[in-house]
């Protein structure tokens, strides 16, 4: 069973810069984007920035020169360094795999997500 584990929230001042790391377990067979989502309460979770095996990253435009989405294919792990943190980013920040599986003769799409880890940014 795959499990993603994120760590590296917290408390963090405006203008702040934090961290976040994502690790997976178990079987994942052909990843195809690696991605970072936030979510605040009664609002629907919207993407932050993915990245692609190949290293092809796609940002957010709020996020685009603040934030940097870095993967580690060998350990299964992913990152999100952010910087110049502003209020309106606290958020619940998830990690997201999407991922092929072959099931017989054909391959299937699935998507993981971690539990999230809070980042709150105080003015």
């Known amino acids: 069973q795959v499990q993603l584990v994120e760590s590296g929230g917290g408390l963090v001042q405006v203008g702040g810069s934090l961290r976040l790391s994502c690790v997976a377990s178990g079987s994942i067979d052909r990843i195809t984007t690696t991605g970072w989502y936030r979510q605040t309460p009664g609002n629907q979770r919207e993407l932050v920035a993915t990245?692609?095996?190949?290293?092809?990253?796609e940002y957010a435009h709020s996020v685009q020169g603040r934030f940097t989405i870095s993967s580690d294919i060998a350990k299964t792990a992913a990152y999100l360094e952010m910087n110049s943190l502003r209020p309106e980013e606290s958020a619940v920040y998830y990690c997201?795999?999407?991922?092929?599986?072959?099931?017989?003769?054909?391959?299937?799409?699935?998507?993981?997500w971690g539990q999230g880890t809070q980042v709150t940014v105080s003015s």
């Open positions: 997201h795999i999407q991922a092929l599986r072959p099931e017989g003769s054909r391959w299937n799409l699935y998507y993981y």
């Open positions: 990245i692609t095996p190949a290293g092809s990253t």
